[in-house]
């Protein structure tokens, strides 16, 4: 059957995709030096990445602090401790942790270390606000309502964080900064990865506030003034290392889908449309292929936007899957769906969606509107009415989203 197919494909793609190995490689016989060395750990896959440095490092690390979305965390760790806090909008427990980890590098020497373990999420986990609260929380949530890219939000939020924009980095002097980063930006650039906190700036105060002209936001004068700020351009006592990315998620979903019988194309590592417009591009490209003699897998890695019209539940990847259902309506032995990488999607418990030939019927059955449905960005009560949730649970890694379009002959 294909939907246990598009199971294994997703299965298989998310345990290449784990940082464990690349850690692993990064540490193994790296020497710390006879000081101190302190972890700290942000970002979505912040438990697996500690999880592997601890095994490997043992005694060697004398404290640490890990920072990740709530529910992430897979158990105490030795001389970690472990703070779960708000995603996508920062809450108290985020600057309540991110003090934590400030305390924990305070006062060190340059014989010291910090390991500093980055992952997807850290902007909203690690902050301490130079700007009262509730704007963080406006800004943020105009950003997001408006479909400013992840780049672009990060441009902003840096330069309102106390630890932002390599901000951390400087905290940390005199001792040094090894910073291991799992990547879940398109491009792997290190400044807007969990916008930056131990890496030189690379954009400009000018950007930001073009940012804010474009979407029309509404901040304070206080905002403006520390949006016109430079940040750190260089940075004497870090070393970083970057690993895992989407094109390894894409390269092993294609893998799987070639060990099933598909004849598998990666289109894309690079997808950044709305996930609306994205969802109707891969049902066109199933339509185009619906007469194929063979098996087929068009495979798309990146993070597309939602661009907020409602008020309902959903991300973006189920959204994708949603948008492609009607555009597959029919199709034999054909599905598309999209799951991210972290294994949340949105606000929800759910990884992503996942639509076949027959998801159409099954909601027009069930009396729903899909347009009523996409026009709310509701796509999680209408994929639950139709079984189409994917629901794989916290993942221990965040390189992006994959979207993945399969015929079965």
């Not at 441009?155 to 630890?163: D, G, M």
């Not at 979407?215 to 970083?240: A, G």
């Not at 794989?392 to 994959?402: E, I, K, R, S, W």
Request: proline fraction near 3%; charge should be negative; include cysteine.
């Amino acid at each position: 059957m294909i939907k246990n197919d598009f199971k294994e494909i997703v299965k298989s793609a998310l345990n290449a995709a784990k940082p464990d190995t690349a850690v692993e490689k990064a540490l193994t016989g790296r020497n710390f030096g006879d000081g101190k060395t302190i972890l700290i750990a942000i970002g979505k896959a912040a438990w697996q990445m500690t999880k592997t440095a601890v095994d490997i490092l043992g005694d060697k690390i004398s404290e640490g602090v890990v920072i990740t979305k709530y529910e992430h965390s897979k158990g105490s760790l030795e001389k970690i401790d472990i703070y779960e806090a708000g995603h996508p909008m920062p809450d108290a427990n985020s600057v309540t942790a991110t003090q934590a980890a400030i305390d924990a590098v305070t006062g060190l020497t340059v014989d010291d270390t910090v390991l500093f373990l980055v992952s997807g999420g850290g902007s909203a986990l690690f902050e301490k606000p130079l700007i009262p609260f509730k704007e963080l929380e406006s800004i943020t949530e105009q950003l997001l309502g408006k479909g400013a890219d992840i780049v672009e939000m990060n441009t902003i939020r840096k330069r309102l964080s106390a630890v932002k924009g390599g901000r951390f980095a400087k905290l940390c002097e005199p001792a040094n900064v090894f910073s291991i980063v799992l990547s879940d930006i398109i491009g792997d650039p290190l400044d807007m990865i969990a916008s930056g906190p131990a890496f030189p700036d690379r954009s400009t105060s000018e950007q930001a506030l073009k940012v804010i002209e474009k979407y029309d936001l509404t901040v304070s004068e206080e905002t403006k003034q520390l949006l016109r700020k430079e940040l750190p351009k260089r940075l004497d006592n870090v070393e970083t290392m970057i690993t895992g990315s989407v094109s390894q998620l894409c390269e092993a979903a294609c893998k799987q889908a070639e060990t099933l019988g598909y004849k598998p194309f990666i289109l894309t590592d690079s997808l950044t449309c709305t996930a609306r417009d994205a969802g109707s591009f891969l049902a066109a490209i199933a339509r185009y292929h619906s007469n194929s003699k063979e098996s087929l897998a068009f495979i798309a890695g990146g993070e597309t936007v939602v661009k907020l019209t409602g008020k309902g539940k959903g991300g973006r990847n189920q959204e994708i899957a949603l948008a492609a259902a009607y555009g597959i309506s029919g199709l034999k032995d054909t599905a598309v769906f999209s799951v991210g990488s972290d294994g949340t999607d949105g606000p929800t418990d759910a990884a992503g969606g996942y639509v076949d030939g027959e998801s159409l019927h099954m909601m027009e059955e069930k009396k729903m509107d899909l347009f009523s449905y996409l026009n709310n960005n509701d796509a999680y009560n209408a994929l639950r009415a139709i079984d189409g949730l994917v629901i794989t649970g916290p993942t221990g890694t965040n390189v992006n989203d994959l979207s993945v379009v399969l015929i079965q002959r």
